[in-house]
């Protein structure tokens, strides 16, 4: 009895601890912009420093914030029907393509009780307009930098795209 309650409770934190990231990909999938966006990392978001708060167990490699951040937007591509890419530098100016430089504020990791949350803050700058946005992911298991990372990009890139594309 105590094994199938154990497993019971294991499959039910799994599947909660999925259900942020699902639901991203889900949303992005609904998002709707006329335009395609080109993504440029600010290299000084490199000097960030993950920010941890309360009892936490263990240490995980810093990831690389560039590849993290790439692979964000990668994936995201993956959900929706807007084009997205990264590139190193503005290219020529066109009409039907937004360039943003996009860097990475601030990196905080809350360690509570029964979860943990990352908000990563990031800057999006188009032309004159500059977009302040707190990307969050909560896990209720196991978390690694990197992974966390990945997952607050991704949901921060979302919102940036969400209130860029939103009318």
């Known amino acids: 009895m105590k094994l199938k309650y154990f497993l019971y409770s294991l499959s039910i934190l799994f599947i909660t601890s999925c259900s942020s990231h699902k639901k991203i990909n889900k949303l992005a999938s609904n998002l709707d912009c006329s335009k395609s966006f080109e993504f440029i990392f600010d ?39 807007t084009n997205l890419s990264v590139k190193n530098s503005f290219g020529f100016p066109n009409d039907n393509v937004v360039k943003v430089i996009v860097k990475i504020e601030r990196i905080e990791w809350n360690f509570r009780t029964a979860d943990a949350i990352m908000n990563t803050d990031l800057s999006f700058k188009v032309k004159d307009k500059e977009f302040l946005i707190t990307g969050t992911n909560t896990v209720y ?5 990197k992974g966390n990372l990945h997952k607050s990009l991704k949901n921060g890139i979302y919102q940036f795209l969400s209130a860029f594309c939103t009318p």
């Open 43 to 81: 290299k000084e978001s490199n000097y960030a420093k993950i920010e941890k708060t309360g009892p936490s167990i263990g240490e995980s490699k810093i990831p690389g914030y560039e590849s993290t951040f790439v692979a964000a937007v990668e994936e995201l591509q993956q959900n929706t029907s």
């Open 141 to 145: 298991w196991h978390g690694t930098k």
